[in-house]
């Protein structure tokens, strides 16, 4: 992609999933990586990803950070670190999310207050600081947010997951409209549904991911390199005249797939 050889990305939740391939594909780039996972019990996982970068491009330069993106004080340690590490910071990837099925008249306030903690608080504290980042130097910078065909399409079961994705999905419009004048781009990725280690309950099922793909006019789902492929589109200069706006990645579940047959005049 034009315009991402030698700049540095922040990815949060990069130890496994769609944040791993995020993080080897800007490494292919030429980008320079800060990699985030959350706890020690992520350690493991983050070296795989760091091995992973270092194959993928043995020419860039990786940096592993520990921080829970719900925390403020990690997060402004997080940034601390990976802007001493780099000496700057030009892409801020919001990846990392967690979600929990549960019927909502059974949600309790700490479940949804952990999962919009991490959602929706985490993606606006490092957006905060990284457009404070921005803001300090020339060049502006980009924020690409990992949102969800649940930022506009119900997901019942799921309240503080739909209610969070939707959140960002209002943040990415406002900051982007907030901050174009001195060249801040912020836009988001909206996967469908994705083989990730989030997914496990129906990736390896076959009746329950036959019931999955039926919701999918393209018929599966997607790997996540093809969705890493989205962010580092919008990250680079080739998306340089693109903000405040979500691409759906979904294979066409955000096209409203059970309208595929003609069911009105």
């Not at 990992?146 to 799921?158: C, D, F, G, L, R």
Request: charged fraction near 15%; proline fraction near 5%; include cysteine.
């Amino acid at each position: 992609m034009k315009g991402l050889t030698g700049k540095t990305a922040l990815i949060t939740g990069a130890s496994s999933g769609i944040g791993r391939a995020i993080a080897v594909r800007f490494a292919e780039e030429g980008g320079n990586i800060a990699i985030n996972y959350r706890s020690p019990a992520e350690f493991e996982d983050a070296q795989i990803t760091l091995s992973e970068v270092r194959s993928a491009n043995p020419g860039t330069s990786a940096l592993l950070v520990e921080a829970d993106i719900s925390n403020e004080p990690q997060v402004l340690q997080m940034f601390a670190g990976t802007i001493a590490r780099f000496g700057r910071l030009d892409i801020l990837i919001n990846n990392a999310g967690i979600q929990q099925g549960t019927p909502s008249h059974e949600v309790t306030l700490e479940t949804f207050n952990r999962i919009i903690n991490v959602n929706l608080n985490g993606t606006f504290l490092c957006s905060r600081e990284a457009i404070r980042h921005f803001l300090s130097r020339p060049g502006g910078g980009a924020i690409v947010n990992n949102t969800s065909v649940h930022e506009i399409i119900p997901k019942p079961e799921y309240l503080s997951y739909s209610a969070s994705k939707g959140a960002i999905g209002n943040m990415t419009k406002t900051l982007a409209l907030e901050y174009a004048a001195s060249g801040i781009r912020v836009n988001s990725v909206g996967p469908g549904a994705v083989v990730t280690p989030i997914n496990k309950a129906w990736t390896g099922d076959p009746v329950k991911r036959a019931a999955v793909e039926s919701h999918i006019p393209m018929g599966r789902p997607a790997e996540a390199s093809e969705i890493a492929g989205v962010f580092a589109f919008l990250a680079s200069d080739e998306a340089a005249y693109i903000t405040g706006q979500t691409l759906y990645a979904c294979g066409g579940i955000s096209l409203f797939a059970e309208f595929r047959t003609t069911w009105s005049s």
